[in-house]
């Protein structure tokens, strides 16, 4: 398990952008595919991106967020990020990042998931 720090939240008005990010102290933080997901209340936590571990190179998107997220990771800092662009009402939420040694977890069932940060809320208003 890796503890995981999310940070970039906040306000912004209908299309609109932030950059959310998920950083680490752990070194290892390579070896981790990491995930994005977002929760409102009263629904469930929904999939929101992911990238695989080490390079990078390959990345899966919810369809409610293809063509206006873009998530990338800089392994020199630890750190992975969620680009949010064209930011609409119903992207607000609470964002959470995951990590997982194993990308399947992350896309999948994510009851396996042993690293979860605490959260940062993102709020797009109308």
């Known amino acids: 398990q890796v503890q995981l720090v999310e940070s970039g939240g906040g306000l912004v008005q209908t299309g609109g952008s932030l950059r959310l990010s998920c950083a680490t102290s752990e070194r290892t933080f390579t070896d981790y595919a990491v995930g994005w997901f977002r929760q409102v209340p009263g629904k469930e936590r929904e999939f929101v991106a992911a990238i695989i571990r080490r390079s990078g190179g390959s990345t899966r998107y919810a369809d409610s967020v293809k063509g206006r997220f873009t998530i990338y990771r800089d392994n020199a800092k630890n750190t992975v990020y969620l680009q949010m662009n064209s930011l609409q009402p119903e992207d607000t939420g609470v964002y959470y990042c995951?990590?997982?040694?194993?990308?399947?977890?992350?896309?999948?069932?994510?009851?396996?998931?042993?690293?979860w940060g605490q959260g940062a809320q993102v709020t797009v208003s109308s």
């Open positions: 995951a990590a997982d040694i194993r990308f399947h977890n992350i896309v999948g069932d994510t009851r396996a998931v042993g690293s």
